[in-house]
């Protein structure tokens, strides 16, 4: 009676445990399945009986684990492994597996035990980890680039802009130095997108309206995407406001409604929505780098060819384009990633072949009135005067330019190389210093250091 029980009780666990267990005989034959089995996989027992456990092999699965593991446990060792199985409705799903053989008193195997542990959940939030992890490295290598880049640059538009300004109208070298500045211009464009998705970019933030944005945008969004892309704007009821900066903004929109654009070369819907969404635990569960929250989301999708699946890891990484040569710098999505992790949120991409693509940018909600435009009135003239100005860089090429600009406007320029310097010539200077314009970043004493002191 007291073994009868303890059978029962066995059963009992078997049936009851969240863990798949399979019974096999020693030919493979499936003899037993418990109900996690059948709830994962949505085969009966009735079904799987005295069939093997290749019922569940995917195309996805080399066939060499297989054979692995046979050679395993017939040898009569535990088989450990990491194998991608197929549900009955086609699916496929990731689990854990332990296969033990079970010997009689002669150690001859008698039966296979197999359990195993559905962890796909698991490894997806590993593999959206990773790639947040390698995208984030990129992201510090190219903004670090990007800003050396762009120092180069500025010192090589600058001198021709100066020289630019030397040059009589018919001097034949006009042309010349033109297009030095043309090149360097267009060149300086590509470090700006670099800082962007390194999120090095200078912000001026607001707190926004995306609806109102929006609507400005989708009068210009036409013309962008051509006549046989009909294009829907769905903006949410009571949408509250965000923070960011609405110049960036409107590039992150410009970008995916031109991606959107060249995936649908013969026309198609292009469809841009926003609402108000809180995220919750549950998302958590299913998004490993989000943080719960109020947010405003940002769905911009397309009904173009799709996103093959092994693009779609790669497409936020610099330089990653499946255009043609020419056609693209790879650096459209990589500054879209950017912006959005720099205003304080995320971006995910769901994509079917043949079916469209949607972009899903979260922004986080603020409270707050639209910001009024306070930006200033630009002058139309570059200023001249006399006043003695304390110039700080760091950069030496950088700097001479500066000075060499500041000193034909009239000024009196006074210059040094990080924070310390400057603090010494001030003292040094005998006369009034009227304006410092520092870098921010140096060593020894950065530009806010400095300032204060």
């Known amino acids: ?62 066939g060499e684990l297989y054979e692995e593991m046979w050679d395993t446990v017939l040898s009569g060792n535990v088989f450990r492994g990491i194998v991608t199985a197929r549900k009955k409705n086609g699916d496929t799903f990731i689990m854990e597996q332990v296969t033990t053989p079970l010997l009689d008193e002669q150690k001859r195997i008698t039966h296979f035990i197999s359990t195993a542990r559905d962890i796909t959940d698991r490894r997806r939030l590993e593999a959206e980890l990773q790639q947040a992890q390698k995208i984030e490295a990129l992201g510090r290598l190219a903004g670090g680039v990007a800003h050396d880049f762009n120092n180069l640059l500025l010192v090589i538009s600058a001198y021709a802009e100066l020289a630019l300004d030397r040059l009589a109208a018919e001097n034949p070298l006009r042309h010349n130095v033109s297009e030095i500045l ?77 991606n959107a654009r060249d995936a649908m070369p013969r026309g198609g819907a292009l469809t841009i929505e926003t609402a108000n969404v809180t995220l919750d635990e549950n998302y958590l569960q299913s998004h490993s780098v989000v943080a719960k929250g109020d947010y405003i989301l940002l769905a911009i999708t397309d009904s173009g060819a799709g996103i093959p699946p092994e ?64 930006k200033a009135a630009s002058s139309t003239k570059c200023p001249h005067g006399c006043e003695t100005l304390l110039l700080v860089e760091d950069e030496n090429a950088v700097r001479e330019v500066e000075r060499d600009f500041l000193v034909r406007q009239g000024y009196r320029v006074l210059t040094a190389a990080n924070g310390q310097e400057a ?17 921010v970043v140096m060593p020894e004493m950065g530009g806010v250091e400095l300032a204060q002191q």
């Open 1 to 62: 009676m007291k073994s009868q029980a303890s059978l029962q009780q066995l059963r009992r666990a078997v049936d009851q445990s969240l863990e798949l267990v399979m019974i096999t005989d020693p030919a493979g034959a499936i003899e037993y399945v418990n109900p996690a089995f059948e709830n994962l996989t949505g085969y009966s027992g009735r079904e799987v009986y005295s069939q093997t456990l290749g019922i569940l092999k995917s195309d996805q699965q080399p």
């Open 182 to 258: 043309t090149a360097s211009r267009r060149a300086a464009d590509l470090t700006h997108q670099l800082l962007a998705f390194g999120r090095k970019q200078v912000q001026s933030l607001e707190v926004l309206d995306l609806n109102s944005l929006l609507q400005r945008i989708n009068r210009l969004l036409p013309r962008l995407i051509g006549e046989d892309i009909r294009l829907t704007f769905i903006p949410g009821d009571g949408l509250g406001t965000v923070k960011a900066d609405p110049v960036q903004i409107e590039q992150v929109i410009m970008n995916l409604a031109t």
């Open 311 to 374: 693009h779609v890891a790669h497409i936020f990484e610099p330089f990653y384009t499946t255009k043609g040569s020419g056609q693209g710098t790879g650096l459209g999505l990589a500054s879209v990633y950017g912006t959005v992790k720099q205003s304080g949120g995320f971006v995910w991409v769901y994509s079917e072949l043949g079916l469209g693509t949607t972009f899903k940018i979260y922004l986080p909600r603020v409270e707050g009135k639209e910001a009024q435009d306070s």
């Open 423 to 439: 603090i010494q010539v001030s003292r040094d200077y005998q006369g009034p210093i009227h304006l410092m314009i520092t870098d």
